[in-house]
């Protein structure tokens, strides 16, 4: 493959990139999911111990006082399960699904393969690898926290040129709020989408690389969908490649969804019908001196989309929840508490004539779910929707001819919005669904990202008296100038009744970096939603800097 990534060692990092890593994927009362990257196709274990008397570590200590070779000489060993990484078809990914587990468990993992000729401990060996179980469905009163985060684009342009990193302290502060709430009732982290961006900085841009590589010689068109596979791996592992990500993935359970980032910026929201409105060549601007036709390049398009689906499997859905193939919502239980996860951008399609972002099939499959809901059980329900639901003046999302617009290069960002003309039908849809489950008893919130700022709404509907929140988190790092949540916070107004005669109120308004806490106790009855970000700190010489801070900055009781 010439435009191959994976060989490639000139590709412009300023981090090192993953090269081996674990993920705790969907964990229930007795099962856990567990992904990795190994370096090298091969035959792998993953070792599994118990942890539940083990406050010091003793696995951790047990790896460095016996051979590596003798897992059962190690404290709680539970057994090992086989982890075959047959080639690189998968990019060395593959995952390892743990049964028969305890509730309420915590667990060590380790991974075991060879490498270099030697039998050894690849992850595992430096620090202690853990996850915990859920409690018993009967456990339907237990306490949880969840934390939530969207849009992590850690990487900046100098004046000349160069790609460096900052704000990856806010992954520190993620882990650190994380861990302290893990001993009281933390569960799981929800990765709300964008993250990765292979369109981030120009220097890592994999389109503008597609636009370079582009080519028609000798009747074959390129690049392959191959060749494709390998820029979007190469994404993956420069975004992932920093230890504080890779700490936060292999603790938690983490689950993921993604946005218009990790294909291109505002995928499906692009004009594709021909004529004048037609807003491919925006996607390709060498076409024409490439000498590619319109079709040529919808053929690039598709294959894109393909190797960004593919890759997308392979890093993120993989260790969610299992769905048939092709489908990337799901549902979550815990407790007397549900999350159900959305894909707004898979099915994402502007050009079709309608259900433009989550599709007929989707929204059939999600409004059954939800009418299936009984109330006594599932008294709280979080629905995660990578786009806002309400965010702005529908006058401003619709106004594609706006100067506004035009100078900034928005209109497929407002095109994403759900509150723009071309989504009435499907907008009106979901929230009549959803506030029909409020109406039913259910305590009922989305959780959103996309926009680079963060937000409360509480929407009510006049005539049942249902209340939903929507709370919004975004970005968690996040270097450029975010001149669409500039727009969008100052266009809002805090009050008022929405297109769809819902009364709306904003109650918070964050424009830094930022991740969001919720958590749950069905004994009290309560939901609050905690947020962490930047905040001026002073220094005794007088100085003052933003820096994240691991206490809240801001704690909302939602009262429904």
């Not at 994404?235 to 292999?250: E, L, N, Q, T």
């Not at 409105?277 to 060498?286: A, I, K, N, V």
């Not at 815990?334 to 433009?356: K, Q």
């Amino acid at each position: 493959m010439t435009n191959s990534f994976i060989y490639k060692n000139d590709r412009p990092w300023p981090n090192p990139r993953l090269k081996r890593a674990a993920i705790v994927g969907h964990v229930t009362a007795g099962t856990a999911k567990l992904w990795f990257r190994t370096a090298a196709p091969g035959n792998y274990e993953v070792w599994v111990y118990a942890a539940s008397a083990d406050p010091d570590d003793a696995l951790f200590n047990g790896f460095k006082a016996v051979p590596y070779t003798n897992k059962a000489a190690l404290p709680d060993y539970v057994g090992c399960i086989p982890l075959v990484v047959p080639d690189y078809a998968s990019d060395s990914t593959a995952v390892a699904e743990i049964e028969n587990l305890e509730a309420e468990t915590e667990y060590r993992y380790a991974l075991f393969g060879t490498e270099d000729g030697k039998e050894r401990i690849l992850l595992g060996q430096d620090q202690p690898y853990r996850f915990r179980t859920l409690p018993a469905a009967s456990a339907t009163n237990a306490p949880l926290s969840f934390a939530f985060y969207s849009c992590h684009m850690p990487y900046a342009t100098t004046l000349f040129d160069k790609t460096e990193v900052s704000g990856m302290a806010m992954w520190d502060c993620l882990n650190e709020v994380m861990e302290r709430h893990y001993a009281k009732d933390f569960r799981f982290l929800l990765a709300g989408g964008d993250q990765v961006y292979v369109d981030g900085v120009t220097s890592l841009d994999i389109w503008k690389y597609l636009n370079g590589a582009m080519n028609r010689t000798g009747g074959q068109l390129g690049p392959t969908q191959d060749e494709m596979a390998s820029w979007y791996r190469d994404i993956y592992r420069g975004y992932w490649g920093f230890p504080s990500v890779r700490k936060a993935f292999g603790r938690f359970p983490t689950y993921m969804i993604w946005d218009d980032h990790e294909l291109a910026d505002g995928w499906g929201s692009l004009l594709l019908a021909g004529g004048k409105d037609d807003e491919l060549d925006e996607r390709f601007p060498q076409r024409k001196a490439k000498g590619l036709s319109r079709a040529d390049c919808l053929t690039l398009l598709g294959r894109m989309e393909q190797a960004a689906h593919q890759v997308y499997a392979e890093y993120q859905h993989s260790h969610n929840p299992d769905t048939p193939d092709g489908q990337y919502d799901y549902a979550i239980p815990c407790g007397s508490t549900a999350v159900y996860v959305l894909d707004g951008r898979g099915n994402r399609d502007i050009n079709r004539a309608e259900a433009r972002i989550l599709g007929k099939a989707q929204m059939k499959r999600f409004t059954q779910w939800l009418d299936a809901l009984d109330p006594a059980a599932t008294k709280y329900l979080f629905v995660v929707a990578a786009v806002p639901v309400l965010h702005m003046k529908p006058v401003f999302a619709n106004a594609d001819d706006n100067v506004l617009a035009d100078l900034a290069n928005l209109q497929d960002d407002l095109r994403d919005s759900w509150e723009h003309a071309l989504h009435d039908k499907e907008r009106r849809q979901l929230l009549k669904a959803l506030f029909r489950t409020a109406a039913r008893g259910i305590k009922v919130s989305i959780l959103s990202g996309d926009v680079h700022i963060s937000a409360v709404f509480r929407m009510t509907d006049a005539q049942t008296g249902a209340t939903i929140y929507q709370l919004t988190s975004s970005a968690l790092t996040y270097n450029k100038p975010r001149f669409l949540g500039w727009v969008l916070g100052n266009t809002v107004p805090d009050e008022g009744e929405s297109d769809d005669s819902y009364h709306f109120k904003r109650l918070a308004l964050y424009t830094d970096c930022n991740f969001g806490l919720v958590t749950v106790d069905p004994q009290l009855d309560e939901v609050t939603f905690q947020l962490y970000g930047m905040q001026k700190v002073s220094h005794p010489d007088g100085k003052a800097e933003d820096r994240p801070v691991t206490h809240s900055i801001a704690k909302f009781e939602l009262t429904f």
